[in-house]
């Protein structure tokens, strides 16, 4: 079973565009919640939320925490070609120390 | 400051041969976490070292080992490679446990 699943798969938009992106997980023992950007090769930070930082933003990307719906959600505005890229959720749990779970992913296209 | 740093980036091995990654973390963080990237099963993780104690390990068999040393440099070994180990090697810091994790660029392993 799942304990991150990250929707949609693949995404393609126009620049300019803005795009949603979601993380959905498991409730138990929920600790933090981190976003990163992968290209061809390690992915990036982006974010990390917390039970005391639910809600994240830098330039034009945002992110939000609802503990409550058990889910996440990565906002791009003004989507430049740069944006292309894998966005990868991943979710820490407590007591299982830095072990976190990563979802699948989403793919990013962003076209001229 | 300098980055997570892997070695080496690139290795092609057999099958039945044995491979060590290096992995050394950026300067003052403790924690290393390595993980598996494939096309299929996603970012996987392996082993969590934290003060040369292995904290956490994965859902992967005893092939695949690892280590810490007092400058929280870490190595991961796995023996015996099969086919289905082709993978990218993602190793990566934080400053202590449960705390944002940086990324090294990863060693891509090729089994044929």
């Known amino acids: 079973e799942d304990k991150v699943v990250q929707s949609p798969l693949s995404l393609v938009v126009h620049e300019g565009d803005t795009v949603t992106l979601n993380c959905s997980y498991e409730?138990?023992?929920?600790?933090?919640l981190l976003w990163y950007k992968q290209e061809k090769k390690a992915p990036t930070f982006l974010f990390m939320l917390?039970?005391?930082?639910i809600e994240k933003k830098s330039g034009r990307l945002s992110s939000i925490l609802d503990k409550k719906e058990l889910f996440s959600i990565l906002n791009i505005t003004a989507t430049q070609t740069g944006d292309s890229a894998v966005y990868l959720c991943a979710v820490g749990f407590l007591n299982t120390g830095n072990q976190f779970y990563f979802g699948t992913g989403t793919s990013l296209t962003v076209i001229p | 400051k300098a980055g997570v740093t892997q070695t080496p980036r690139y290795l092609i091995k057999t099958r039945g041969q044995q491979v060590t990654l290096s992995c050394s973390p950026i300067?003052?963080?403790?924690?290393v976490s390595w993980y598996q990237q494939t096309p299929g099963q996603g970012l996987q993780f392996l082993f969590e070292y934290f003060s040369e104690t292995q904290r956490n390990k994965g859902n992967f068999p005893g092939r695949f080992s690892g280590r810490q040393f007092s400058n929280s440099r870490s190595e991961m070994n796995v023996s015996t490679l099969e086919l289905g180990d082709s993978a990218l090697y993602l190793c990566?810091?934080?400053?202590?446990?449960?705390?944002?994790?940086?990324f090294g660029p990863g060693t891509r392993l090729t089994v044929l």
């Open positions: 990566a810091s934080s400053l202590v446990v449960a705390d944002t994790q940086y």
């Open positions: 409730v138990t023992n929920f600790r933090s």
């Open positions: 300067s003052g963080h403790r924690s």
């Open positions: 917390t039970s005391s930082g």
